[in-house]
C-alpha cells in the first residue's frame, strides 16, 4: 500500500480526538472505552501515512495494559510456546492453548485488534482442515485476523480461507515454523535471486487475497520494495523501517529475555523489576510484615472462640500410613 507520511491523518481529520478509533475516551476505565479500533481503522491509519504498532501478547492481563497504552494490534504468536511453556521453538506451540491464548487477549484488549497466529501443522496439511482451524481461531479464540507463515504455495489456500471471511496476514521471509528445514533460524531475500523469490511470494499472497502481509528478517532494500508494490499493509518484524507497520515479542522489549534481537532492544527491565520485587516479598515473609490484616472477628466470636478452645481435645490423632 503506497502511503504518503506528508498527509497524515487526513483522512481523520474530520473527527473529534475521542471519535478517533483506538483513543482512549475515559482513563478511568480505558480497557473498556477505548473506541474500537479495527481493520479499518488500520487501513485509514496506513492510507494517511501513520505507522502502527504491534507487540505480541499472551493474556489478558496484559493485553488489558497494552490497550490502556494504545497499541494498535496485538499479535497472540506461536512464540506463546516458548514465551509461556518454555518449549524449545514455535513447532511444538498445541493448537487449542493458542486458541485459548486468543480468547484471553481479545477480552483483555476488546478494542483492539487481535490477530491470531496459526500453529505448526494446524493448516499444512489439508486446507479443509485449515479453514476449520482458522475458524475456531475467529469463533472460539475472537480473533479479528489469523497468520500463517506461507510462500507463494499457499495462494490456493489463502484464497479458500479469504473466501470463508478469513482475513488472513501472509507472514512471509524467514518463517520460523520452518526451523528443522534449515538447521536453524535464517534471514530471507539476502541473495538477488531470494529477493526476487520474496517479491513473488508477496505478490501471490497480495493476489490470493491476504489482507495484510508481514515479513520477517529479511533486509530493508527487499521490504521496501514490497510496500512500494503492496496493495495491503505491510508488517516488518526485523525487516527495516519502511513497513507500515512493527511488530517484536513483548518480552524482548520488555527486558525480560536473555537474548533479543537487534531491532527489539528492551525499552524496560521488566526481568530486573521481578526480582527486586521478589526479593521484597521474601524479606516481608521473613519478618512476617505483611500489610494490614483484612479479616477480623468481633469481640463476641473472639471470646466465643477462646472459651470453646478450652474444652478442646487440641492433640490430632496421628494416623499410620499401614493402618
Ligand atoms: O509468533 C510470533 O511472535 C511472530 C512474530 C514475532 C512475527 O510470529
Not at 9 to 27: D, F, H, P, Y
Not at 101 to 106: E, F, M, Q
Not at 267 to 287: C, E, H, L, N, P
Request: some cysteine; proline content about 5%.
Amino acid at each position: 500500500m503506497n502511503s504518503q507520511p506528508n498527509e497524515k491523518n487526513k483522512t481523520l481529520g474530520t473527527q473529534t480526538s475521542a471519535q478517533v478509533a483506538g483513543e482512549i475516551v475515559s482513563e478511568n476505565d480505558a480497557a473498556t472505552t477505548r473506541v474500537p479500533f479495527t481493520l479499518r481503522s488500520l487501513l485509514k491509519m496506513v492510507r494517511s501515512g501513520e505507522k502502527f504498532a504491534c507487540l505480541t501478547c499472551y493474556d489478558a492481563t496484559t493485553a488489558r495494559w497494552l490497550q490502556t497504552a494504545g497499541l494498535h494490534v496485538l499479535l497472540v504468536g506461536d512464540t506463546a510456546g516458548e514465551m509461556i511453556l518454555g518449549l524449545p521453538n514455535t513447532m511444538h506451540t498445541p493448537l487449542d492453548f493458542l486458541i485459548a491464548l486468543t480468547a484471553g487477549v481479545k477480552r483483555g484488549a476488546p478494542a483492539t485488534l487481535v490477530m491470531a497466529d496459526m500453529p505448526f501443522m494446524s493448516y499444512q496439511a489439508d486446507d479443509a482442515e485449515a479453514i476449520r482451524n482458522a475458524g475456531r481461531f475467529m469463533t472460539e479464540g475472537l480473533a479479528d485476523l489469523v497468520k500463517i507463515e506461507v510462500d507463494r504455495s499457499f495462494a490456493g489456500l489463502v484464497a479458500k480461507m479469504s473466501r470463508a471471511g478469513i482475513p488472513v496476514v501472509a507472514h512471509i521471509g524467514s518463517r520460523p515454523q520452518h526451523v528443522k528445514m534449515h538447521g536453524g533460524y535464517y534471514a530471507a531475500g539476502k541473495s538477488a535471486e531470494s529477493a526476487i523469490a520474496l517479491l513473488d511470494d508477496a505478490r501471490a499472497m497480495i493476489e490470493a487475497g491476504a489482507m495484510m502481509l508481514l515479513i520477517e528478517a529479511a533486509p530493508s532494500e527487499v521490504a521496501e520494495q514490497i510496500v512500494r508494490e503492496s496493495t495491503v499493509p505491510v508488517i516488518g518484524c526485523g525487516a527495516g523501517s519502511s513497513c507500515h507497520g512493527q511488530v517484536v515479542v513483548l518480552q524482548d522489549l520488555l527486558g525480560m529475555s536473555t537474548w533479543q534481537p537487534a531491532f527489539a532492544l528492551p525499552t524496560a527491565q521488566i526481568g530486573g523489576q521481578i526480582i527486586a520485587a521478589a526479593k521484597i516479598w521474601m524479606d516481608r515473609v521473613k519478618s512476617g510484615q505483611l500489610g494490614e490484616h483484612p479479616y477480623v472477628m468481633n469481640d463476641a466470636q473472639r471470646a466465643s472462640f477462646g472459651e470453646t478452645l478450652k474444652y478442646r481435645n487440641t492433640a490430632i490423632p496421628r494416623v499410620e500410613p499401614n493402618q
